[in-house]
């Protein structure tokens, strides 16, 4: 019988952060950028009752739309990360480039009310270190951690009078591939989990106010760890988004979104290891919120430029760091373009992403758990660049 003991003390202490780790572009592993207009505007949509790419951030928009639509694009990451242990500086090794897809579909019913499927991967992504990296903790140092997951969103939504739109939807969470390794074992599998969405828009004048709720949901995991079979369960944080849109003309708006990640639940998760003790990770992450401002501007019949800005703030405390998840405050910078051939269009943004240097200088001791401890002292330096590309279609 294997003796799992050991890895499941170091390197499944921090299961929960490596289940759902990755270079990623909000506090903790969100990826918000679901559609190549939210990319462009910094992800600040959810007020938004005229571009078709808005309606993942708040299906309430869909009942300012008329006829069919399809909004479908690939979001392109390229992270870089490092960790200086010592003098050293080591990067991530592994993807170059990572492709998140994006696709959503609304269609008008009778009487003011209006359905939407929206399919995307809001959570996940890889960090992958060399060997080497953190010697300290030996063959249980991590060295992959990947999360594959989308989400399948079917919405419904409701006019009530002129002004005023209300959504409810099911959120559907297939976690398709999870991989966890250290230099000397691994641990894979998949699960999934449903919650639910509710969403609200209300337009006055040139304001519109827009808010949309997703809550928590639990994935339950099952695979293996070497040669046992392990288990665990995963709670993904409820979503909070609120918004205030103001359209100055026909072509130029101005919106500034408040959104609120609930990491407080992602506090401890316990392991099912067959053959040998469960496990319990401790995380204790804080609520995180982020500040997004958008802009979107008609330059002709034709042609519209987006521009955004957001600040995101970081859920995970250095009392419980992990290489894993090596998160820090971040600035995200974006411009977009849309260009209408009649009928359809083509979209496209970029955005750079600037990560807080975060320096770790722990001295706790690696056990039983490496979070927070001395195991993963060093400096932490990242930034991402990420390209959307898209199309909207009407029918």
């Given at each position: 019988?294997?003796?799992?003991?050991?890895?499941?003390?170091?390197?499944?202490?921090?299961?929960?952060?490596?289940?759902?780790?990755?270079?990623?572009?909000?506090?903790?592993?969100?990826?918000?950028?679901?559609?190549?207009?939210?990319?462009?505007?910094?992800?600040?949509?959810?007020?938004?009752?005229?571009?078709?790419?808005?309606?993942?951030?708040?299906?309430?928009?869909?009942?300012?739309?008329?006829?069919?639509?399809?909004?479908?694009?690939?979001?392109?990451?390229?992270?870089?990360?490092?960790?200086?242990?010592?003098?050293?500086?080591?990067?991530?090794?592994?993807?170059?480039?990572?492709?998140?897809?994006?696709?959503?579909?609304?269609?008008?019913?009778?009487?003011?009310?209006?359905?939407?499927?929206?399919?995307?991967?809001?959570?996940?992504?890889?960090?992958?270190?060399?060997?080497?990296?953190?010697?300290?903790?030996?063959?249980?140092?991590?060295?992959?951690?990947?999360?594959?997951?989308?989400?399948?969103?079917?919405?419904?939504?409701?006019?009530?009078?002129?002004?005023?739109?209300?959504?409810?939807?099911?959120?559907?969470?297939?976690?398709?591939?999870?991989?966890?390794?250290?230099?000397?074992?691994?641990?894979?599998?998949?699960?999934?989990?449903?919650?639910?969405?509710?969403?609200?828009?209300?337009?006055?004048?040139?304001w519109t106010f827009g808010g949309s709720y997703r809550s928590s949901v639990t994935a339950d995991i099952d695979g293996n760890a070497g040669a046992s079979p392990a288990s665990t369960s995963v709670e993904f944080p409820a979503l909070i988004q609120v918004g205030a849109?103001?359209?100055?003309?026909?072509?130029?708006?101005?919106?500034?979104?408040?959104?609120?990640?609930?990491?407080?639940?992602?506090?401890?998760?316990?392991?099912?290891?067959?053959?040998?003790?469960?496990?319990?990770?401790?995380?204790?992450?804080?609520?995180?919120?982020?500040?997004?401002?958008?802009?979107?501007?008609?330059?002709?019949?034709?042609?519209?430029?987006?521009?955004?800005?957001?600040?995101?703030?970081?859920?995970?405390?250095?009392?419980?760091?992990?290489?894993?998840?090596?998160?820090?405050?971040?600035?995200?910078?974006?411009?977009?373009?849309?260009?209408?051939?009649?009928?359809?269009?083509?979209?496209?943004?970029?955005?750079?992403?600037?990560?807080?240097?975060?320096?770790?200088?722990?001295?706790?001791?690696?056990?039983?758990?490496?979070?927070?401890?001395?195991?993963?002292?060093?400096?932490?330096?990242?930034?991402?660049?990420?390209?959307?590309?898209?199309?909207?279609?009407?029918?």
């Open positions: 019988m294997p003796n799992l003991k050991p890895f499941a003390q170091c390197g499944l202490a921090a299961v929960t952060a490596a289940i759902l780790a990755g270079p990623v572009q909000a506090s903790g592993f969100r990826v918000p950028e679901i559609s190549a207009a939210g990319l462009g505007t910094s992800n600040a949509l959810v007020a938004n009752t005229t571009e078709p790419g808005a309606l993942p951030y708040n299906p309430a928009a869909m009942s300012f739309h008329q006829g069919n639509q399809l909004v479908a694009g690939v979001t392109l990451i390229q992270p870089d990360m490092s960790v200086t242990i010592g003098g050293t500086k080591t990067d991530t090794v592994g993807k170059d480039t990572f492709v998140v897809p994006n696709a959503y579909f609304m269609g008008d019913l009778k009487n003011g009310w209006s359905w939407g499927l929206s399919i995307n991967a809001p959570f996940g992504l890889e960090t992958r270190w060399p060997a080497g990296t953190f010697t300290v903790l030996g063959s249980n140092a991590p060295e992959l951690s990947r999360i594959e997951m989308l989400n399948f969103n079917p919405n419904v939504s409701k006019k009530i009078g002129r002004n005023t739109s209300v959504a409810f939807g099911l959120d559907f969470y297939q976690v398709r591939e999870v991989a966890l390794n250290t230099l000397g074992t691994a641990i894979g599998g998949s699960g999934e989990g449903v919650g639910f969405n509710l969403a609200v828009m209300h337009s006055a004048g040139p849109a103001y359209r100055f003309n026909d072509d130029v708006q101005v919106e500034f979104d408040i959104d609120w990640t609930g990491w407080s639940s992602f506090d401890k998760t316990e392991i099912d290891i067959a053959l040998a003790s469960n496990v319990t990770s401790t995380n204790n992450w804080d609520d995180s919120t982020a500040y997004r401002l958008g802009l979107t501007w008609r330059v002709s019949d034709r042609t519209q430029l987006r521009f955004g800005y957001s600040y995101d703030e970081t859920p995970q405390p250095d009392e419980w760091f992990s290489a894993r998840v090596p998160d820090n405050d971040r600035q995200l910078f974006s411009v977009g373009i849309r260009q209408d051939m009649g009928g359809w269009a083509i979209e496209a943004g970029y955005m750079y992403v600037t990560v807080d240097d975060r320096t770790i200088n722990s001295t706790k001791l690696p056990a039983p758990e490496p979070n927070g401890s001395l195991a993963y002292n060093g400096k932490y330096e990242s930034s991402v660049n990420l390209l959307a590309i898209g199309i909207t279609k009407r029918f």
